[in-house]
C-alpha cells in the first residue's frame, strides 16, 4: 500500500498539479485567517455593515423619465434592443463583507464550514405527522415519488443517516468525477427530511451544480450524473427542500403591509448566505436549459421561494428578473404565470429600488413583445397586458413616476408626426406598439382609479388619477392624426381603450365626434361598391386596412357593425347613460343619425349600413324615453350637485333599452368570436352549431 501511495504521489507531482493544489490550500487558509481575525476585531456588538443610504445607490433602472429611454427610439425599435443594465454589479442592500456576486462560485472547499453548522439540525426530527397539514403539497409529492422516507425508522436514523465520505472533495483535476447513485441521493434525502441537516444540503447543492453544467465544457464538476431519472430526481428533490431547509434554519418575515424582509443577520446566515447565492445562480441557469413544461412551472415556482435570500445582491436580482420576463413573454401559459407569480413576489421586496427595476424592465419587455399581433399572438399579448397592470396597480405612487414618462413619451411622438406630417412620422403612432401601449395604460388607469376600489380606501383617491386627463388627450389626438377610411381599424382599438377607462373610472370622455363620422361615411350615396369575394376583415387583429379592402361592401359593411356597437356601448356605458342629462345629449346624435338614414335610402347598396343605423337609432330613442320617466319624480335643481350625483348612481343602467340592447349584441359577438376561434384550430365543434 505504502508502495502504491508512493507512486500515486510521484506521478501527481510530475503532472504538476501538486503546487498548484497546495497554492490553492494556502490561499483558503489564509482568508478564512483573516475573516476570523476580521470578526474578532469587530466585537460581539457589531452586526454586518448597514446599507448604503439609498442616495448612494446609483440606478439606472430607477430612473423612469425620458432620458431612462431615448424618445426617438421608443416605439422605433431602436430601444427594444438596445434596453441592457447597464450597473451590473452596483449593490442594492446589505451585502456582507467580503462577499461577491461572482456567478462562478467554487464547490465543496468554498463552503466546508456550513458542515461546523450542523450541530443543532442533527438533533430536529421532522413531525411528519404534522406534514400534511403544514404543507399538503410537499407531503403529497412524497407520498407518491419517496414513500420510504414517511416510514423510517427514527431509532435506526442515527445509524442511517451517518454520513460516508460520497466524493473525496480534494479530488486531483484529472480524476474523474464519481457516479451519483439513488442510494447516495437516498441518503442525502433522509438526512434532509429527518434532521434539516446543513451537510446533507451543501453536498445536494454542489450535486444539483453538476446537474445544471453536466453539458457544459471547462466545467469543473464535483458529480457525474449518467442516469436520466437520477438526473430528474435530483433536480426535483433540489427545488422541493432547499425552501423547507432554509425556513427551517433561517426564517423570512414578512412586514405588515406584505412586503417580503430577509432573514435576521445571525452567524448562521453570514456562513450560508454564499452557498444560497452560488445554489440560486445555478438554479436561474438550469431554468434556461430546461424545455420540459411541468419541471419549468415548478423550477420557477420553487426559485421564487429563495428571493428573500438573494434581495441583497443586485446582479441576483437583475439575473433572475430577466429569466422570468423572458419566460412570462415567450413560454406556455402555465409557465408564463408561474414567472409573473415570481415577479410580482420580487416586486413585493422592502427596497423601492427593486420596484422600480421590476416596473421599468417588464412594461420594456411588454413593449417588445407586441411589435407585431395577428391572431395567434393577441391571447399572450392581453396576457402579459392584464397581468403587468397588476404589478403596476402594487404601489401607485411608484407606478406613477413611470406612467407619467411613457405616456409623455407617447404624447412627444404624437406632437413630431403632427409637426412633420410624412408618412414615416405617421408610422410612430400607427403602429401595433402605439396601439397595445395606449390599451396598457388605460388597463392600469383603470385598475388604479375604478370606483369600487376607491370606495375600498375609504373615498382616498388615486395617485394615478391625474394622469387620466393627459392620457385621454393623447389617444383623442392619435385619432385625429389620420382621418381616413384605412385607419378606422385603429380608431376603433383607441375607442375600446377609452371606453374601457371610462366604464371604470366613471369619467365622461366625449367620444360621439370620433365615432359618428364613421357610422355617417358609411351610409354617403357614393358609387357603387367594388366587386370583391374578400372575407369579412377582422378589425382586432389590424390597425390598417388592405388596400383591396377599400370601397369594398364587406368593408363598408364591417365599419358601419363595428362603429354602432362601439358607439351603442358608449352610449350605454355609466358616465353617458346615467346622467341625468341624458335625453338632451343624445338629440343632436339623433338628428345626424336620422338625416344620414334618409340620404342612405337613395342608394339601393346602402341598405344594411342603413338598417344597422335604424336599429342604433330606435333603441337610443327609446332609452331617452326610459331616462324622462326616470326623472319625472325629481324635485331638486341642477345646483344641488349632492343630490344629482345620488341620482345617477341609483340609475341601473342594464336595465334601459340600451343596455339591454348592448348585452344581447356583446354575447352575439362573443359567440361568434368562439366559432371563429374553433374554426381557426380545426376543431369539429363548429358543425354541430
Not at 185 to 190: E, M, T, V, Y
Not at 365 to 373: A, E, F, P, Q, Y
Request: charged share 30%; net charge neutral; with cysteine.
Amino acid at each position: 500500500m505504502g508502495k502504491k501511495a508512493a507512486k500515486a504521489t510521484r506521478k501527481f507531482a510530475a503532472s504538476g498539479q501538486l503546487k498548484k493544489t497546495i497554492q490553492t490550500r494556502r490561499k483558503q487558509r489564509d482568508i478564512r485567517k483573516k475573516a476570523e481575525k476580521r470578526k474578532a476585531g469587530k466585537g460581539r456588538g457589531k452586526e454586518l455593515p448597514q446599507d448604503k443610504p439609498e442616495d448612494d445607490v446609483s440606478d439606472d433602472e430607477g430612473q423612469t423619465q425620458s432620458k431612462g429611454m431615448s424618445v426617438d427610439d421608443f416605439l422605433g425599435g431602436g430601444f427594444m434592443e438596445g434596453e441592457e443594465d447597464e450597473q451590473e454589479d452596483a449593490p442594492m442592500s446589505d451585502v456582507s463583507e467580503g462577499e461577491s456576486d461572482d456567478e462562478d462560485i467554487g464547490d465543496n472547499e468554498s463552503f466546508a464550514s456550513v458542515d461546523d453548522l450542523d450541530g443543532e439540525g442533527r438533533t430536529h426530527m421532522l413531525e411528519l405527522s404534522t406534514l400534511a397539514e403544514k404543507d399538503p403539497e410537499f407531503f403529497k409529492y412524497l407520498q407518491e415519488n419517496d414513500r420510504e422516507l414517511l416510514q423510517f425508522d427514527p431509532d435506526g436514523a442515527e445509524n442511517d443517516v451517518e454520513f460516508e465520505e460520497d466524493v473525496d472533495e480534494e479530488l486531483p483535476p484529472e480524476a474523474k468525477a464519481p457516479v451519483l447513485t439513488k442510494e447516495i441521493l437516498r441518503r442525502w434525502q433522509k438526512a434532509l427530511l429527518e434532521q434539516r441537516s446543513l451537510r446533507a444540503l451543501r453536498r445536494l447543492l454542489i450535486a444539483f451544480r453538476s446537474a445544471a453544467h453536466m453539458n457544459e465544457e471547462d466545467q469543473d464538476l464535483a458529480w457525474t450524473i449518467d442516469s436520466p431519472s437520477i438526473y430528474n430526481k435530483l433536480v426535483v428533490t433540489t427545488l422541493r427542500y432547499t425552501p423547507i431547509i432554509l425556513d427551517h434554519h433561517c426564517p423570512c418575515k414578512a412586514t405588515l403591509n406584505g412586503k417580503l424582509k430577509g432573514p435576521t443577520q445571525t452567524p448562521k446566515w453570514k456562513t450560508l448566505q454564499k452557498l444560497i447565492l452560488s445554489y440560486f445562480y445555478n438554479a436561474v441557469h438550469l431554468i434556461s436549459q430546461l424545455s420540459d413544461t411541468e419541471m419549468l412551472r415548478m423550477a420557477v415556482s420553487e426559485s421564487s421561494k429563495l428571493l428573500p435570500y438573494v434581495m441583497g445582491s443586485r446582479k441576483a436580482v437583475k439575473v433572475y428578473l430577466k429569466a422570468c420576463l423572458d419566460l412570462w413573454s415567450s413560454a406556455e401559459d402555465s409557465v408564463r404565470i408561474a414567472a409573473f407569480l415570481a415577479i410580482r413576489k420580487l416586486a413585493s421586496a422592502t427596497d423601492a429600488s427593486i420596484m422600480d427595476l421590476v416596473l421599468k424592465n417588464t412594461y420594456l419587455t411588454l413593449v417588445r413583445s407586441c411589435k407585431s399581433t395577428s391572431v395567434h399572438t393577441l391571447p399572450s399579448i392581453n396576457l402579459m397586458k392584464n397581468s403587468a397592470s397588476e404589478l403596476y396597480c402594487m404601489d401607485h405612487a411608484a407606478a406613477y413616476q413611470h406612467a407619467f414618462g411613457y405616456i409623455r413619451q407617447l404624447a412627444i411622438h404624437l406632437r413630431n408626426s403632427m409637426k412633420v406630417k410624412s408618412k414615416e412620422a405617421y408610422k410612430q403612432v400607427y403602429n401595433w406598439q402605439y396601439v397595445h401601449c395606449v390599451d396598457f395604460w388605460a388597463l392600469v388607469l383603470a385598475r388604479a382609479c375604478d370606483t369600487q376600489a376607491q370606495t375600498e380606501r375609504n373615498g382616498k383617491e388615486s395617485e394615478l388619477k391625474a394622469l387620466i386627463y393627459p392620457f385621454v388627450q393623447v389617444s383623442l389626438g392619435a385619432m385625429k392624426l389620420i382621418r381616413n377610411s384605412r385607419s378606422f381599424p385603429f380608431h376603433f382599438h383607441i375607442i375600446r381603450s377609452i371606453l374601457h377607462l371610462t366604464e371604470h373610472t366613471r369619467t365622461y370622455v366625449p367620444l360621439v365626434p370620433s365615432l359618428l363620422p364613421i357610422l355617417t361615411s358609411t351610409m354617403s350615396s357614393s358609387s357603387k361598391p367594388k366587386a370583391s369575394t374578400l372575407r369579412h376583415f377582422d378589425f382586432d387583429t389590424n390597425i390598417r386596412a388592405p388596400q383591396q379592402y377599400l370601397k369594398t361592401r364587406v368593408y363598408n359593411e364591417g365599419l358601419a357593425e363595428e362603429a354602432s356597437y362601439l358607439l351603442a356601448e358608449y352610449l350605454a356605458s355609466g358616465p353617458v347613460h346615467a346622467s341625468i342629462a341624458f335625453p338632451e345629449t343624445v338629440v343632436p346624435l339623433v338628428m345626424m343619425l336620422r338625416k344620414a338614414i334618409k340620404g342612405a335610402k337613395a342608394s339601393p347598396w346602402k341598405a344594411k349600413e342603413a338598417g344597422v343605423a335604424k336599429v342604433l337609432v330606435e333603441r337610443i330613442e327609446e332609452s331617452s324615453k326610459w331616462a324622462e320617466q326616470k326623472r319625472k319624480g325629481v324635485a331638486f335643481t341642477p345646483s344641488r350637485m349632492t343630490e344629482v350625483e345620488a341620482w345617477e348612481n341609483s340609475v341601473k343602467v342594464d336595465e334601459s333599452p340600451l343596455g339591454r340592447y348592448v348585452k344581447v349584441q356583446r354575447k352575439a359577438r362573443e359567440k361568434r368570436r368562439k366559432l371563429v376561434e374553433k374554426a381557426r384550430e380545426g376543431a369539429d365543434e363548429i358543425l354541430e352549431d
